[in-house]
């Protein structure tokens, strides 16, 4: 038997995942502003370098907005997954913060309470007692593992087992940081100019200087 310590073969054939906030939103339209269709743009020019092979969506408009642009580019038909929805309905009050979705508590409130909370016992806690959080939560997590099943990866405990090892490149989202939002618009009110330019000139630098794009991440 090999060490504990020791190197275990693994398939160098995994799948990537790109996982992508939708572009600026105009919820009043559930859309995107002029920014949002900027980026979306942007998005699109650099995802043709990635190629992927599926493309999907949250059924919310400014999701399926920002997806068409890169579906149009790559001629690549977009699947619409209505699990991926908002969870709306996950909202609660807390003092001194107002208004906030479960998960925008602020962590000095999650960690006040020790031993802290797990991912078997985090719906203990009292900002998380509705019972519908717990309820939309594990309906998420089923609908993520089937999904991920559908792709040859199959939950076992808190890790994936690649049933079905491949190289597949998979979009589920669209995104745009929201530190890196910020940091445009801050960059914009230096240069005196619109968000869109912005945005327009960073992705021409970033294209210059990264012909091969490394695969992007989430931050909901």
């Known amino acids: 038997m090999p060490r504990p ?6 398939s160098s054939r995994s799948m990537r995942l790109y996982i992508i906030r939708h ?4 919820y009043e339209n559930d859309s995107l502003t002029a920014a949002g269709r900027a980026e979306a743009e942007a998005l699109a020019e650099r995802m043709e370098k990635i190629a992927p092979h599926r493309i999907y969506s949250s059924p ?15 001629a690549v038909e977009g699947i619409v997954e209505d699990w991926m929805a908002e969870l709306s309905d996950c909202r609660l009050s807390l003092d001194p913060w107002g208004k906030l979705v479960m998960w925008d508590v602020p962590g ?20 998380f007692s509705a019972p519908n959080f717990r309820e939309r939560f594990e309906g998420l997590k089923k ?23 491949n190289r597949d490149r998979v979009m589920v989202s669209f995104y745009i940081s ?3 939002k910020a940091a445009v618009e801050a960059l914009a009110a230096e240069k005196g100019q619109s968000k869109a330019d912005t945005y327009r000139e960073l ?5 210059q200087h990264s012909p091969h794009p ?5 931050s909901q």
């Open 108 to 127: 000095e409130i999650i960690r006040a309470k020790a031993p802290y909370a797990t991912a078997e016992n985090w719906f203990e806690g009292s900002c």
């Open 203 to 207: 992705l021409r630098l970033g294209l």
């Open 214 to 218: 490394t695969p992007l991440t989430a």
């Open 178 to 180: 929201r530190s890196g």
């Open 60 to 74: 919310m408009g400014r999701a399926k907005a920002t997806m068409q642009y890169t579906a149009r580019r790559l």
């Open 5 to 10: 310590y020791e190197a275990r073969p693994v």
């Open 143 to 165: 609908h993520s593992d089937e999904f991920l099943a559908r792709h040859g990866y199959v939950r076992e405990g808190g890790r994936y087992r690649p049933v079905k090892p």
């Open 23 to 26: 572009g600026d939103p105009d």
